[in-house]
């Protein structure tokens, strides 16, 4: 039972990435599923998650309108969508599932991080 985050890589500033976390072990079908990031020396923050339903919720404000997250139960895949990127988004992304469908309850399973660095 694992997830498994890819797609990270160097982008230019205003440029896009879609980031994948897929399942291994189990499906998602049952469970909201976020995305993080750690940018170098700060701490873990919350970005978004989608819920069983695919309600999105955003926990920071300087990525809407910018990044958008989508689910494909049947490939057992979540994506991350992120557009007009800025050299603040350079971070590793982590995907976590929650302990049921919706986006408010506690995050409980990580993949390993796939690295986003936004530079020109």
């Known amino acids: 039972v694992q997830l498994q985050a890819s797609g990270g890589g160097l982008v230019q500033p205003g440029g896009s990435l879609r980031l994948s976390c897929t399942a291994s072990?189990?499906?998602?079908?049952?469970?909201?599923i976020g995305w993080f990031r750690q940018a170098p020396g700060k701490e873990r923050e919350e970005v978004l998650c989608?819920?069983?339903?695919?309600?999105?919720?955003y926990y920071i404000d300087s990525v809407k309108g910018r990044f958008t997250i989508s689910r494909d139960n049947a490939k057992r895949t979540v994506y991350l969508q992120m557009n007009g990127l800025k050299p603040e988004d350079t971070a590793v992304y982590y995907c976590?599932?929650?302990?049921?469908?919706?986006?408010?309850?506690?995050?409980?399973?990580w993949g390993q991080g796939t690295l986003v660095t936004v530079s020109s």
């Open positions: 976590a599932t929650q302990e049921g469908p919706s986006c408010y309850a506690q995050f409980d399973l």
């Open positions: 072990g189990f499906t998602l079908d049952l469970y909201g």
């Open positions: 989608i819920d069983s339903r695919h309600t999105t919720r």
